[in-house]
Nanobody
């Protein structure tokens, strides 16, 4: 059974930083791409970042490019999202997800974590 468990969310002031982690279990982590998505209240879930199985390819939403960095440690079965220069509009529940290939389409991801809340105050 695949499990994805996010951690690292919290309350931070605008301009601050947070690092999210997502620990995976249940199948061979290094075989799969990973992605981060987020959902703000009243809005649809949206793509944030994705990373290929070997970490060599990453892709970001325009809204976070240059501020967020996705990375992975296959030895630890963990994917990270370093978030810098946070803005109030980054406030959302952040989800990690797993897919056979990296991409920005939600339906291509077959396993999801439970989410972690990130709140950025102005």
């Amino acid at each position: 059974q695949v499990q994805l468990v996010e951690s690292g969310g919290g309350l931070v002031q605008a301009g601050g930083s947070l690092r999210l982690s997502c620990a995976a279990s249940g199948r061979t982590f290094s075989n799969y791409a990973m992605g981060w998505f987020r959902q703000a209240p009243g809005k649809e879930r949206e793509f944030v970042a994705t990373i290929s199985w070997n970490g060599r390819t990453t892709y970001y939403a325009d809204s976070v490019k240059g501020r967020f960095t996705i990375s992975r440690d296959n030895a630890k079965n963990t994917v990270y999202l370093q978030m810098n220069s946070l803005k109030p509009e980054d406030t959302a529940v952040y989800y990690c997800a797993q897919s056979v290939r990296s991409g920005y389409i939600l339906n291509e991801y077959d396993y999801w974590g439970q989410g972690t809340q990130v709140t950025v105050s102005s």
